[in-house]
């Protein structure tokens, strides 16, 4: 079975408004309805859950029934954090899931992630036991202690920037986050930074800069952009 578990638990802090941002209207849809849609769509997905905040979980069902996203199973309460939200998800579909099972792990505020970038994602887990969607780096980066003035660059030759999903099995993510509780890991961004604290190897899989993550204001702005063109 391959699950993909969406984390739709963020308060959109950055974006300074009372909804969060995976519930924000756009071209008349909310963002979270555009991700289930592709993870609906696509043939390979068998499952959906969706982790979120406690008040809109009704909200989350009544988008799954107007909209037929008949993959959805489960909608869990979120966490204080990323890695709590993601572990919250896991513990629900332990009832469910055996240790083979496949999770794909992804961002619910990622609404174009495409076809493509979910098949590629499986592919490399068969090949490798995992998968980190990823872009290399095109820009000239610095390290800065204080935000404003560095004298140190970095080889952007060897910088990859990561992105959602993330495939892994049942078994292996649930280790990971009995281990981060053993060592008290706590808060890490993502789940393969918690693995690489753990000292495991990450495989790349196919990024897209459309696969963009709806953080600030302007990338709603390039979200709807980018809908008008696909229109």
Not at 87 to 92: A, H, I, P, R, T
Request: aromatic letters at 8%; proline letters at 3%; charged letters at 25%.
């Amino acid at each position: 079975m391959i699950i993909a578990l969406l984390t739709a638990a963020g308060k959109g802090t950055r974006m300074h408004m009372e909804i969060p941002k995976q519930f924000l209207h756009v071209a008349n849809k909310p963002v979270i309805l555009y991700t289930m849609e592709a993870f609906q769509k696509h043939p390979q997905i068998d499952a959906i859950i969706i982790v979120t905040i406690d008040t809109w979980k009704d909200m989350i069902w009544a988008y799954a029934k107007q909209y037929e996203i008949s993959k959805l199973k489960w909608v869990v309460d979120g966490g204080a954090s990323g890695q709590e939200s993601i572990k919250n998800g896991l513990f629900q579909l332990r009832q469910v899931c055996c240790p083979k099972d496949i999770i794909m792990i992804h961002d619910g505020n990622r609404p174009l992630v495409s076809e493509e970038i979910i098949s590629d994602s499986l592919a490399v887990y068969r090949s490798y036991g995992s998968a980190v969607a990823a872009m290399p780096c095109i820009e000239a980066v610095y390290r800065s202690q204080d935000g404003e003035r560095s004298n140190i660059s970095l080889d952007r030759n060897q910088l990859y920037r990561t992105q959602t999903p993330h495939t892994y099995t049942m078994g292996k993510l649930l280790w990971a986050h009995k281990e981060a509780e053993k060592r008290k890991i706590k808060d890490t961004t993502a789940t393969c930074t918690l693995m690489t604290l753990l000292g495991e190897t990450i495989y790349f899989s196919k990024g897209s800069e459309k696969n963009l993550k709806l953080t600030t204001a302007e990338d709603v702005d390039i979200f709807e952009a980018l809908l008008q063109r696909r229109s």
